[in-house]
């Protein structure tokens, strides 16, 4: 008997979310944060000598060399054990005991520009309709705890109500086949129930088909068969090699999976 979709999983940024509306740089945008986990270490201790020039200088550089390494090892950085590290290192030695209300202190949130993909929500809609259970996977060094917010603010927070992984709390990026195993277990369902869909054809779709789900890419303005870029990206490219289809809009993912799962839209998932 041939499989019946069950699931659909999606990285989030630039697959859900579309960054490419954000102007702040990205230092401005830790700037902010790390200068509120500094009024609060001031309010909490003595006033501390680091200026945040000096913090933001060296968060950056040890979240840099941590994903230089896990770029080659997959282990996941965790945002919250660099910020403890570098705070530490500082001379903040207290750091660890407020690890929890420097973490709030923080105040992770959604970044100014980023907003839903237009064709996001008419999707989810339709799955959901269909019975088709939602997740996300994102290879993201902040833990899950943190994300949720975006989530909440761009109105999706509703349609992921079981699964929602990012790298740091699972401990490893994608492809890793860890990761999605896990996803695959908190929603339920076996490989071949489910379809992954990302932007990137390494992280997101190698790693999905080498577990056994099938994948899409799903390809964005920087992309090579959009802008001329590097060919790996393209339909033409590394995913026509692996079989796997690239498309432009979500609003092609429904004919496709009538394809794949002709009965997917009887709502018997």
């Not at 945008?29 to 500094?38: H, M, N, P, T």
């Not at 799955?127 to 902040?142: D, F, K, Y």
Request: glycine content about 6%.
């Amino acid at each position: 008997m041939a499989p019946r979709l069950r699931a659909v999983l999606f990285d989030f940024d630039d697959t859900l979310i579309d960054w490419s509306g954000v102007t702040q740089d990205w230092r401005e945008v830790e700037a902010e944060r790390l200068s509120r986990v500094l009024r609060f270490l001031d309010q909490r201790m003595s006033p501390s000598r680091i200026k945040l020039e000096q913090l933001v200088e060296r968060y950056t550089q040890r979240t840099r060399a941590a994903w230089m390494i896990a770029r080659a090892n997959l282990r996941a950085p965790k945002m919250p054990l660099i910020l403890q590290e570098t705070l530490t290192e500082l001379g903040i030695d207290a750091a660890d005991a407020f690890a929890d209300e420097i973490l709030r202190a923080y105040d992770w949130n959604v970044v100014p520009g980023t907003v839903v993909f237009p064709d996001v929500i008419p999707l989810l809609n339709e799955l959901r309709s269909r019975g088709i259970r939602l997740g996300v996977v994102t290879n993201s060094s902040q833990p899950m705890s943190l994300r949720d917010c975006e989530l909440r603010e761009h109105g999706l927070l509703p349609y992921f109500p079981d699964c929602r992984l990012a790298a740091a709390d699972v401990g490893y990026l994608k492809p890793h086949p860890r990761i999605f195993h896990c996803a695959l277990e908190r929603i339920g369902v076996a490989p071949e129930e489910a379809v992954f869909i990302g932007d990137n054809p390494i992280a997101d779709v190698s790693g999905a088909l080498d577990v056994g789900m099938r994948a899409v890419q799903r390809l964005n303005a920087n992309d090579a068969s959009l802008s001329g870029g590097h060919p790996q990206l393209s339909s033409e490219g590394a995913g026509a090699a692996r079989g796997h289809p690239c498309l432009r809009s979500l609003e092609e993912l429904p004919a496709l999976l009538d394809d794949w799962y002709p009965d997917w839209r009887d709502g018997n998932a």
